[in-house]
């Protein structure tokens, strides 16, 4: 069997996984509560009599059920599959593998197929969801079926991207970066050879396109196509893995003799100045995050470009398209956050992986200095994914695409969502042990209040009645997010802080996007900031003072 032992492995545990047992539960119990809420908004804003309107409301639940499916099962998958290996890389089991008598072609394809399978998992358990949609009418079983087809084309797609950067690279911070980057990167190109080929081209390459073309009545079109560049994608990314990866991670390297450490006269090494801050010091003086993190930069970079040049194309037409200049900030913007993210979770979960989290514990360090040196180093390493994107939102002001008022507003509100997600990741990191489980939740909790907010908009916008009748199911999915974020935020310290920021985030970030829809620009800026700015003090200030307990030193009896 070509998967050899890691494959069978994975098959055999992957399905008897307690956790992804529950993740399944979940992913299916919030699909059928969107359905429930989209059918309570039509039912309270319109009489349904006919099968004309039943068929309606299939087929605007499916644009809205199979886009977010997407999204969802692309993360996992290449989630999945970068924290697989990141794990046997921090622990150094890795290399223990490779020593073994397991072929290369064994080890790559056994930890894909164990996370394409928790995907594939997932998407089973969504399937009677979208079966019920069907009975509504309006979809056939056709569509649900291109559908699917795109999905899990696109998953295998980000899972063997994942794969392959995960064994390349040498950190997980990297890894998922880079990953996220490749995907937007995915994305700008369909969007880009939708402009240039026509929509029948970009929807044979962008996942986006090639779903929205699958699920209409008249598509499928596009989807051999789609299924023809993907398998080509797949076949690269694995087959590059395969033939690189003793390569990668076998190579020894040693460190140069730099001349500033070398006394000129004894030919002794001179040690470095440690700053007041040790954490800090090591997170931007030393190769804290991996080596060669110029890879990130360099990727980041060209996204950055991408979306300049998707920005100054727009502010050289005669009437910009407001559209057209969010698809192209917006993706960045997520990337960027989502890269912050990963890089502050990791700056933790790579101590605790690999055995220095208990020297540092055992220091004199204060819980201060811990807390703002991996805060302050988070920000420091990833500086130009922090700054590029703030005076982006400033240059749309000189371009004539916002108003000084508006480009500030941006600036500021990006700002304060970056120190968020740095502080979430660091948080994250030290209330749970698992380095699986830290970087799910600081992952998830980020698309939760993008991905999911943004959904219950478009159910907003698609089933649209009146405030009345939106408000129950709305409050029902708010309440429901709460509850999530609280089982996540408060897994081994419990406060009252934190069960406030669960109860009011989801709400607040909900009124945020509804005030950007009137127009409320002065708005959107003062929710944002009240929300995101009392979530971060939430999560900063129990970090510090119950550092002792988040991280296990102390324990609630003690």
């Known amino acids: 069997m070509i998967l050899g032992a890691v494959g069978e492995r994975e098959l055999l545990v992957a399905p008897r996984s307690r ?51 997407l999204v969802l099962a692309m993360m996992s998958a290449a989630l999945t599959s970068i924290v697989a290996v990141g794990v046997e890389k921090d622990r150094k089991t890795l290399e223990l593998l490779l020593l073994s008598r397991l072929r290369d072609a064994e080890l790559v394809l056994g930890k894909l197929t164990g996370s394409l399978l928790r995907t594939a998992l997932l998407l089973v358990a969504a399937i ?18 291109r559908g ?31 990953t996220a980057f490749l995907l937007a990167g995915w994305l700008a190109v369909g969007e880009a050879a939708s402009v240039t080929h026509g929509p029948l081209v970009a929807a044979a390459v962008s996942p986006a396109r090639a779903l929205l073309s699958a699920i209409a009545p ?21 087959t590059w893995a395969v033939v690189r990866v003793r390569a990668w991670n076998t190579i020894v390297h040693l460190r140069p003799r730099l001349d500033d450490e070398i006394v000129a006269r004894g030919g002794r090494p001179v040690s470095r100045e440690v700053w007041p801050n040790p954490v800090l010091w090591r997170e931007l003086r030393t190769r804290a995050h991996g080596r060669a993190v110029i890879v990130v930069r360099i990727a980041w970079l060209v996204l950055f470009a991408a979306a300049v040049a998707g920005v100054i194309a727009q502010a050289r037409m005669p009437r910009p398209d407001r559209i057209a200049i969010a698809t192209a900030v917006v993706p960045l913007v997520i990337a960027s956050l989502l890269a912050i993210t990963a890089l502050a979770v990791t700056s933790v979960t790579t101590e605790r992986d690999r055995g220095t989290f208990d020297l540092l514990l ?33 240059a749309l002001v000189p371009l004539g695409l916002a108003t000084l008022e508006h480009g500030l507003y941006l600036a500021i509100g990006l700002g304060i969502l970056t120190f968020f997600v740095a502080v979430l990741g660091v948080y994250a990191g030290l209330s749970h042990v698992m380095s699986r489980t830290a970087i799910a939740v600081a992952l998830g909790v980020v698309a939760f209040l993008f991905v999911g907010v943004a959904t219950a908009m478009r159910v907003m916008v698609a089933f649209g009645g009146s405030f009345e009748l939106q408000l129950a199911p709305f409050l029902a999915a708010i309440v429901g997010g709460a509850v999530g974020l609280y089982a996540a935020l408060s897994a081994r310290n419990p406060s009252p802080a934190v069960g406030w920021t669960s ?43 119950a550092f002792d307990l988040l991280t296990g030193r102390t324990t609630t009896g003690e």
């Open 362 to 394: 055992v220091s004199d360090l204060e819980p201060r200095e811990f807390v703002w040196g991996k805060l302050l180093g988070v920000l420091g390493a990833a500086a130009d994914m922090v700054i590029l994107p703030i005076v982006l939102c400033l």
């Open 128 to 145: 009677p969801v979208f079966a019920l949609a069907s009975v509504f009418g309006g979809v056939s079983a056709s569509q649900i079926a």
């Open 19 to 69: 956790g992804l047992f529950a993740a399944r539960a979940i992913y299916a119990g919030t699909l059928l509560g969107i359905v429930a809420t989209c059918w309570l908004l039509v039912t309270g804003s319109q009489p349904v009599t006919t099968i004309g309107d039943t068929a309606r409301f299939g087929g605007t639940l499916m644009r809205i059920l199979a886009p977010l499916q």
């Open 218 to 238: 008249s598509g499928g079109a596009a989807l051999p196509g789609f299924l023809a560049c993907c398998g080509a994608l797949v076949v690269i990314a694995t």
């Open 148 to 178: 699917f087809a795109v999905t899990v084309a696109a998953a295998a797609v980000a899972a063997s991207v994942a794969n392959t950067v995960a064994f390349w690279r040498d950190s997980t911070f990297q890894s998922l970066a880079i």
């Open 503 to 545: 109860a009011l985030l989801p709400a607040l970030t909900f009124i945020a996007i509804t005030s950007f829809f009137q127009g409320s620009s002065l708005q959107v800026l003062l929710v944002v900031a009240v929300a995101y700015g009392f979530a971060t003090l939430a999560l900063l200030v129990p970090a510090i003072a």
